[in-house]
Nanobody
Framework: QVHLVESGGGLVQPGGSLRLSCAAS????????MAWYRQAPGKQRELVAS????????NYADSVKGRFTISRDNAKSTVYLQMNSLKSEDTAVYYC??????????????WGQGTQVTVSS
């Protein structure tokens, strides 16, 4: 019932841009912290960016700060990642994540299936 579906990935040249989208359904999107993670071949999955439930605060990995922008539209239950000035080292599968802490210490943690971003000339 819970679905997170990423889209917008693809092949882009160094210096180019892509905009990823993650469409959410099956849960109350507006109360979840949303985040983008990525995993490159042979490397650990890393947090790229996160945004609070109301969109008032964002955090970025140092490697993408100044180049990537996370945003959300709670009316559309969608989170975005605008990626500019892309580098070859940005090549990875990008995953959408939704997380919140509920009653009794319970954590709700949902993941999308991922979308491939390849930066290459």
């Amino acid at each position: 019932q819970v679905h997170l579906v990423e889209s917008g990935g693809g092949l882009v040249q160094p210096g180019g841009s892509l905009r990823l989208s993650c469409a959410a359904s099956g849960f109350t999107f507006s109360i979840y912290v949303m985040a983008w993670y990525r995993q490159a071949p042979g490397k650990q999955r890393e947090l790229v960016a996160s945004i609070t439930s109301g969109g008032g605060s964002t955090n970025y990995a140092d490697s993408v700060k100044g180049r990537f922008t996370i945003s959300r539209d709670n009316a559309k239950s969608t989170v975005y990642l605008q990626m500019n000035s892309l580098k070859s080292e940005d090549t990875a599968v990008y995953y959408c994540n939704a997380r919140r802490r509920g009653d009794w210490g319970r954590v709700y943690d949902y993941w999308g299936q991922g979308t491939q971003v390849t930066v290459s000339s």
